[in-house]
T-cell receptor, first 113, second 116 residues
Framework: DGGITQSPKYLFRKEGQNVTLSCEQNLNHDAMYWYRQDPGQGLRLIYYSQIVNDFQKGDIAEGYSVSREKKESFPLTVTSAQKNPTAFYLC????????????FGDGTRLSIL | AQTVTQSQPEMSVQEAETVTLSCTYD???????LFWYKQPPSRQMILVIR??????QNATENRFSVNFQKAAKSFSLKISDSQLGDAAMYFCASFSTTSGTYKYIFGTGTRLKVLA
């Protein structure tokens, strides 16, 4: 079955540490997205990519970095510059056509130790 | 800038009754799409319904239907014959293209409680 796989499900970060969240899809989608979800704030866009080797900043990109070396993969690194990283992170993908719905992974919960 | 507003943080409905969740949006685009997503306690985001702005007919998916008022920029979700499994967070979202980019904008969500 096609889908999006996020790992790990739970992740803990120490002070000054960079951590990487994995997102893999086998839906053959061109577009991929990273969102951060905090209580009462809905989903906020961190980064998105429409094609391989290209990505754009979303609304809250500071303290995060991404890469898109393969169509199937869009890892997100939470750097030590992100001072409040505790949140639920969702990865999504979609067909790169107008108005197609996004497919979401199961999410990663990141907490500070 | 595009915005999506859900003014009801929480709603309750009796099992088997009907409930309507509100959503308003603001966009300067003429071509756009609207969505409702459901997020149950498992936190998996599930597409409920999709509406194309150029279509006047309201989208329907089984017990879920929308009331799309384009002039008022309103996109409410009606759930009929509510079931316990409908309890979840519901997010309204819009999609449009601006200068060739593809972005989805989400509202802050409405938590729906279903009372037995």
């Amino acid at each position: 079955d096609g889908g999006i796989t996020q790992s790990p499900k739970y992740l803990f970060r120490k002070e000054g540490q960079n951590v990487t969240l994995s997102c893999e899809q086998n839906l053959n989608h061109d577009a991929m997205y990273w969102y951060r979800q905090d209580p009462g704030q809905g989903l906020r866009l961190i980064y998105y990519s429409q094609i391989v080797n290209d990505f754009q900043k979303g609304d809250i990109a500071e303290g995060y970095s991404v890469s898109r070396e393969k169509k199937e993969s869009f890892p997100l690194t939470v750097t030590s510059a992100q001072k409040n990283p505790t949140a639920f992170y969702l990865c999504a993908s979609s067909i790169r056509n107008r108005g197609q719905p996004q497919h979401f992974g199961d999410g990663t919960r990141l907490s500070i130790l | 800038a595009q915005t999506v507003t859900q003014s009801q943080p929480e709603m309750s409905v009796q099992e088997a009754e009907t409930v309507t969740l509100s959503c308003t949006y603001d966009t300067s685009e003429s071509d756009y799409y609207l969505f409702w997503y459901k997020q149950p306690p498992s936190r998996q985001m599930i597409l409920v319904i999709r509406q194309e702005a150029y279509k006047q007919q309201n989208a329907t998916e089984n017990r879920f239907s929308v009331n799309f008022q384009k002039a008022a920029k309103s996109f409410s979700l009606k759930i009929s014959d509510s079931q316990l499994g409908d309890a979840a967070m519901y997010f309204c979202a819009s999609f449009s293209t601006t200068s060739g980019t593809y972005k989805y904008i989400f509202g802050t969500g409405t938590r729906l409680k279903v009372l037995a």
